[in-house]
Structures are given as structure tokens and as C-alpha cells.
T-cell receptor, first 115, second 112 residues
Framework: GENVEQHPSTLSVQEGDSAVIKCTYS??????FPWYKQELGKRPQLIIDIRSNVGEKKDQRIAVTLNKTAKHFSLHITETQPEDSAVYFC??????????????FGKGTLLTVNP | DAGITQSPRHKVTETGTPVTLRCHQTENHRYMYWYRQDPGHGLRLIHY???????DKGEVSDGYSVSRSKTEDFLLTLESATSSQTSVYFCATGQGGGQPQHFGDGTRLSIL
């Protein structure tokens, strides 16, 4: 089955700096890659996603890049703010539906933005 | 998300007792999932459903069973709870086909 590795497990940055979180996946058939943000005691919430026919996607201060050849994708947060502090999860899935449609998650990155 | 309700939100019970967690959705999503979240392990899939009465195992299914008798509801049952099943349980739903999953607010389960 799919395996997703996420690095680093913890990341501390100063407010205003950029943060980058990287994930690798094992199955070249994977074609959908969402990123979730989870604040302490809350549910994971989708912040951005990318599909395999796209190399990069941006939404304000957040961007995701995908390198299918190397089987890795990254989350970039620019101009970080204290409210960006949370655990971030990457995930990967394959297929368009059917009986086997599921996400495999990385173990998460705890991002701390210091004021 | 407003369309996914988990119950109960908190539960404390004793080893050996049966426990059922409920996930109710109003989104009419085909897929429903149960995850557990533990420190250092991220989100691990327990079971999922791809339609009414259609379910399959995830990576940590031992000791758990599920049922889905209608689109809106997905039940997770611990037949005989053990302390290792103390965790936070999240339900998620999705439409499949490269669409995101959306999570409920979670159930914090403590087994003493």
C-alpha cells in the first residue's frame, strides 16, 4: 500500500519567515495530495490540495508544489504569523473512486511561529 | 464541518465493555471513514465505507467493527474495549474521485 513520509516532525520559525514542510510518497499511481491544518484540540481542516496534473498551486500565503518524478510534494507558507502555529498533515491517494478510495497521511509536522 | 456530527464527544469507560461511536453526515457523501489519532502516529485509518453496507478495513482495524445501514450514519464499535484503544477518534466523509475528506470534531475516548 501507499506510504507517506513527512519531514520535519517539528519546525520553529520567527514571525514573518517562511516555512517549508516536505512529504514523499511511495506509489506512483497516487494522484491527489491534500494538506490539512490541525489546531490544538480541533479537527483537521483542509487548507490546500493539488492533483497530479498540476505542478504548483497557490492560495494567498500558502503554496503547494508537486514533483511526480521524484514522488514528493511540499507545503510552503510565506510571511508566517502566530496563528499559523498548528500541526500540518500531508496525505496522498490514488484512483478516482471505487471501493479503494482512501487517504494515507503523513505523521504530521508541529509548526511553531514565534512572535 | 457543519455537516458531520460525532457522538459522543467524550467518553470514559472500563476495559472489557462494548463501546459504539456514531458519525452522522448531512452531506450525502458516498465515502465515510474512521480514524484514530495518537501522539507520534498521525491519523491512522481504522475502517471505511464506500456505500451503504459496503465497508473495508484500514491499517489498524483489529478490535474494531463498523456498520453502515444508511448513507448518513457510520458506526464504529469496540466489542470489548482495551486500554490500547484510548485515543481520539475522527470521522471523515468525502465524495471520492480526487475530492477532499472533511472531518468531524472528534470523540475523545478513555478506557480505564
Amino acid at each position: 500500500g501507499e506510504n507517506v513520509e513527512q519531514h520535519p516532525s517539528t519546525l520553529s520559525v520567527q514571525e514573518g519567515d517562511s516555512a517549508v514542510i516536505k512529504c514523499t510518497y511511495s506509489d506512483s499511481a497516487s494522484n491527489y495530495f491534500p494538506w490539512y491544518k490541525q489546531e490544538l484540540g480541533k479537527r483537521p481542516q483542509l487548507i490546500i490540495d493539488i492533483r497530479s496534473n498540476v505542478g504548483e498551486k497557490k492560495d494567498q500565503r500558502i503554496a503547494v508544489t508537486l514533483n511526480k518524478t521524484a514522488k514528493h510534494f511540499s507545503l510552503h507558507i510565506t510571511e508566517t504569523q502566530p496563528e499559523d502555529s498548528a500541526v500540518y498533515f500531508c496525505a496522498a491517494s490514488m484512483g478516482s473512486g471505487g471501493s479503494n478510495y482512501k487517504l494515507t497521511f503523513g505523521k504530521g509536522t508541529l509548526l511553531t511561529v514565534n512572535p | 464541518d457543519a455537516g458531520i456530527t460525532q457522538s459522543p464527544r467524550h467518553k470514559v469507560t472500563e476495559t472489557g465493555t462494548p463501546v459504539t461511536l456514531r458519525c452522522h453526515q448531512t452531506e450525502n457523501h458516498r465515502y465515510m471513514y474512521w480514524y484514530r489519532q495518537d501522539p507520534g502516529h498521525g491519523l491512522r485509518l481504522i475502517h471505511y465505507s464506500y456505500g451503504v453496507k459496503d465497508t473495508d478495513k484500514g491499517e489498524v482495524s483489529d478490535g474494531y467493527s463498523v456498520s453502515r445501514s444508511k448513507t448518513e450514519d457510520f458506526l464504529l464499535t469496540l466489542e470489548s474495549a482495551t486500554s490500547s484503544q484510548t485515543s481520539v477518534y475522527f470521522c471523515a466523509t468525502g465524495q471520492g474521485g480526487g475530492q477532499p475528506q472533511h472531518f468531524g470534531d472528534g470523540t475523545r475516548l478513555s478506557i480505564l
